[in-house]
T-cell receptor, first 112, second 114 residues
Framework: RKEVEQDPGPFNVPEGATVAFNCTYS??????FFWYRQDCRKEPKLLMS???SGNEDGRFTAQLNRASQYISLLIRDSKLSDSATYLC?????????????FGAGTQVVVTP | ETGVTQTPRHLVMGMTNKKSLKCEQH?????MYWYKQSAKKPLELMFV???????ENNSVPSRFSPECPNSSHLFLHLHTLQPEDSALYLC?????????????FGEGSRLTVL
């Protein structure tokens, strides 16, 4: 089983619509959770951290469900510029070492 | 100036060549990382350095040799690579190797091995 699993997509979203997708993680000792955004042929950049109580940053809302071990990202009022791959990143400890684990990414394509 | 800079941005090399990738961070971080990103796969951690000491070598073949002369600079020396090593190599830094927050990535070095 992969440490962090994501639906690869692509999610084709009309401009102005809402899109949501999840990420599941296997390590119950995971402590920190992030969504990164990666544009084509560019480096990943932090979109937002995910907090236990859920958090919102403009049109983006992230949720954490520790019991079911998943996090989610919802994008409202999608813009063409939201087209990207969204990486789920989890920090947790295994064998006494802490490390970041990455999902393979969910591709979002916003269409006019 | 960006926080983490990588050079070269693109590199094409033959299997018998020796080349190096360079990474420099201007964020005052103590930890630096090399990741490999292949198409449609999660980022693979290769090496971690904390206070210029290697803390993790993720079973990387010896044809990849890291060097960390100080907390701000990280190199990846490449020697007798294989075509399957073609990928995007990303350098990243963070305040420490613990649960200290986000990773900051460089723009990556796209490597093609012929």
């Amino acid at each position: 089983r992969k440490e962090v699993e994501q639906d690869p997509g692509p999610f084709n979203v009309p401009e102005g619509a809402t899109v949501a997708f999840n990420c599941t993680y296997s390590n119950s000792a995971s402590q920190s959770f992030f969504w990164y955004r990666q544009d084509c042929r560019k480096e990943p950049k932090l979109l937002m951290s995910v907090y236990s109580s859920g958090n919102e940053d403009g049109r983006f809302t992230a949720q954490l469900n520790r019991a079911s071990q998943y996090i989610s990202l919802l994008i409202r009022d999608s813009k063409l510029s939201d087209s990207a791959t969204y990486l789920c990143v989890v920090w947790g400890t295994t064998d006494s070492w802490g490390k970041f684990q990455f999902g393979a990414g969910t591709q979002v394509v916003v269409t006019p | 100036e960006t926080g983490v800079t990588q050079t070269p941005r693109h590199l094409v090399m033959g299997m018998t060549n020796k080349k190096s990738l360079k990474c420099e961070q201007h964020l005052g971080h103590n930890a630096m990382y090399w990741y490999k990103q292949s198409a449609k796969k999660p980022l693979e951690l290769m090496f971690v350095y904390n206070f210029k000491e290697q803390t993790e070598n993720n079973s990387v073949p010896s044809r990849f040799s890291p060097e960390c002369p100080n907390s701000s600079h990280l190199f990846l020396h490449l020697h007798t690579l294989q075509p399957e090593d073609s990928a995007l190599y990303l350098c990243a830094s963070s305040p420490g190797t613990g649960n200290t927050g986000e990773l900051f990535f460089g723009e990556g070095s796209r490597l093609t091995v012929l």
